[in-house]
């Protein structure tokens, strides 16, 4: 008869839990290991501060050109949002966001495309991924159906032509509006879909 040991503390059941690395996030635990899957963390109601403390300043507010590329996203930005909160860290000064959407490189991240390049941005708890290939390097811009893959290369395309990056985007819709964005951008090739 086998008996518990007392000091083994008990698995911890699959939910959402405070995320270990980001106060600001909630990461979701499998039951054996964090996921890729954030979501913002709640904030509860701030309650009357005493007389003399000072006032927290608000959060920053959001960048227009961001908040617009979000408002324009067909698809799910599962586990992306906080790729999209780093955002404006990654960009260049006077940089614009055109289009953005949800995409999964070494994880669930956010592939965006501005005026001056497309980049893509995963943060995790162990790693983190930044890819990105300005408009002057690129050449031609791929899509699968099939395997929903969004493919950028910095040669001319042929069937051994080796991408600059691939990401995986799951909704066609996002990877048009990317597509649509870069050529509205100088230079941008167009996306061939099959």
């Given at each position: 008869?086998?008996?518990?040991?007392?000091?083994?503390?008990?698995?911890?059941?699959?939910?959402?839990?405070?995320?270990?690395?980001?106060?600001?996030?909630?990461?979701?635990?499998?039951?054996?290991?964090?996921?890729?899957?954030?979501?913002?963390?709640?904030?509860?109601?701030?309650?009357?501060?005493?007389?003399?403390?000072?006032?927290?300043?608000?959060?920053?507010?959001?960048?227009?050109?961001?908040?617009?590329?979000?408002?324009?996203?067909?698809?799910?930005?599962?586990?992306?949002?906080?790729?999209?909160?780093l955002l404006?860290?990654?960009?260049?000064?006077?940089?614009?966001?055109?289009?953005?959407?949800?995409?999964?490189?070494?994880?669930?991240?956010?592939?965006?495309?501005?005026?001056?390049?497309?980049?893509?941005?995963?943060?995790?708890?162990?790693?983190?991924?930044?890819?990105?290939?300005?408009?002057?390097?690129?050449?031609?811009?791929?899509?699968?159906?099939?395997?929903?893959?969004?493919?950028?290369?910095?040669?001319?395309?042929?069937?051994?032509?080796?991408?600059?990056?691939?990401?995986?985007?799951?909704?066609?819709?996002?990877?048009?509006?990317?597509?649509?964005?870069a050529q509205?951008?100088?230079?941008?090739?167009?996306?061939d879909v099959?």
């Amino acid at each position: 008869m086998s008996h518990p040991n007392p000091s083994q503390a008990p698995p911890r059941p699959p939910s959402w839990f405070p995320d270990p690395l980001d106060e600001s996030l909630l990461r979701y635990w499998d039951g054996h290991r964090w996921t890729f899957y954030t979501a913002d963390r709640p904030v509860p109601a701030p309650s009357a501060p005493p007389r003399q403390a000072p006032q927290p300043s608000p959060a920053p507010a959001a960048r227009p050109d961001i908040a617009a590329a979000l408002r324009n996203v067909r698809g799910v930005l599962v586990g992306s949002m906080k790729e999209v909160n780093l955002l404006p860290g990654y960009l260049r000064p006077e940089e614009q966001v055109l289009a953005l959407t949800s995409a999964q490189g070494e994880g669930q991240g956010v592939l965006a495309c501005t005026n001056r390049r497309l980049l893509f941005l995963f943060v995790g708890v162990v790693r983190r991924q930044f890819l990105e290939v300005d408009w002057n390097q690129t050449k031609h811009i791929f899509y699968s159906r099939s395997t929903k893959t969004f493919s950028v290369y910095t040669t001319k395309f042929i069937k051994r032509a080796v991408p600059a990056f691939t990401v995986r985007v799951n909704n066609l819709d996002d990877a048009n509006s990317i597509a649509y964005a870069a050529q509205s951008a100088a230079a941008a090739p167009r996306l061939d879909v099959v």
